[in-house]
């Protein structure tokens, strides 16, 4: 079984001169069984928010979202 990706992002244009900008990126994740389609290789990036929104619990989530998304892809 493979994973499948698919990402869109809200506003692909972004000002350099702005310091404080906001995108929503969208990322709908499949599994694919084998022999469907062909294998590419995949780079993933993982950006966790440290705002201060994110303390606790919230960012306790995350880590253990990003964790289970490491181990299904190995």
Excluded: F, W, Y
């Amino acid at each position: 079984m493979r994973v499948g990706l698919q990402c869109a992002l809200s506003d692909a244009g972004v000002d350099v001169a702005q310091l404080n900008s906001q995108r929503q990126v969208s990322i709908a994740i499949a599994a694919i069984p084998d022999g469907v389609g062909r294998s590419v290789p995949l780079n993933l990036c993982l950006i966790l928010d440290q705002s201060g929104s994110m303390e606790g619990r919230a960012m306790n989530t995350v880590k253990q979202a990003a964790q289970r998304i490491i181990e299904r892809l190995s």
